[in-house]
């Protein structure tokens, strides 16, 4: 069974841009969690989306944006990309109302 | 809001056990998490509490007590691979069963 992906592996983007990232959860799963983990730091959480509707959202500026789509796919948008969104962006898919959350390798975003 | 904190750093040697403790404030309690992470790489699952007491899982532990917002991931026998950050989660009803994770504990494990 496949687990978590994420694509692509590693992104750079220069100041001003927008990046897009994407995530396919494990089959049957229908929750989709977003976190950005920036170098030496900790998970901060950036979104959460559960049979195609934003659950909750963290506390990040309207730019980072996302959705899910009908197939629990889930997409992230950053727009107007600053240096400081240089991070490991992680999704974590588990199924609705279930327990653990299991993540996939993340993408690696760079802006210079 | 919600508070989970943890240890920074800690360091044991290769053999020994290790208690990596979490404490946590929340009003909407719906589950606790440890995951492993590598440098580098995604955090892997390790454990899952909702109920008081131990669960035990190979050379891996975790123990939970809700009346004190507190949690323990204690590993034995410890190997040099084990050395990574661990990571508490919670999960909170009152954050519509949101994921949130502490700032994690960086495990060295020396020989």
């Known amino acids: 069974e496949a687990g978590v992906t994420q694509s692509p592996t590693h992104l750079i983007k220069t100041r001003g841009q927008q990046a897009t990232l994407r995530c396919s959860p494990i089959?049957?799963?229908?929750?989709v969690y977003w976190y950005q983990q920036a170098l030496g730091l900790g998970l901060q959480f950036l979104l959460w989306?559960?049979?195609?509707?934003?659950?909750n959202r963290g506390n990040f500026p309207p730019r980072f944006s996302g959705r899910q789509f009908p197939n629990y796919s889930s997409e992230l948008n950053v727009n107007a990309l600053e240096l400081e969104d240089s991070a490991l962006y992680l999704c974590?898919?588990?199924?609705?109302?279930?327990?653990?959350?299991?993540f996939g390798q993340g993408t690696r975003l760079t802006v210079v | 809001g919600q508070n989970i904190d943890q240890p920074t750093e800690m360091t044991a040697t290769e053999g020994a056990i290790v208690q990596i403790n979490c404490t946590y404030q929340?009003?909407?309690?719906?589950?606790l998490f440890w995951y492993q992470q590598h440098a580098g790489e995604a955090p892997t699952f390790l454990s899952y509490?909702?109920?008081?007491g131990l669960e035990e899982k190979g050379r891996f532990s975790s123990f939970l007590s809700r009346s004190k917002g507190y949690s323990y991931l204690l590993l034995k026998e410890l190997q040099m691979k084990d050395s990574a950050s661990y990571l508490c989660a919670v999960r909170d009803g009152n954050y519509g069963q949101n994921f949130v994770f502490g700032p994690g504990t960086r495990l060295s494990v020396l020989p």
């Open positions: 929340t009003s909407g309690f719906n589950g």
């Open positions: 974590a898919s588990s199924p609705g109302g279930g327990t653990e959350a299991f």
């Open positions: 089959s049957g799963h229908t929750s």
């Open positions: 509490n909702v109920l008081d």
């Open positions: 989306y559960d049979e195609g509707e934003e659950r």
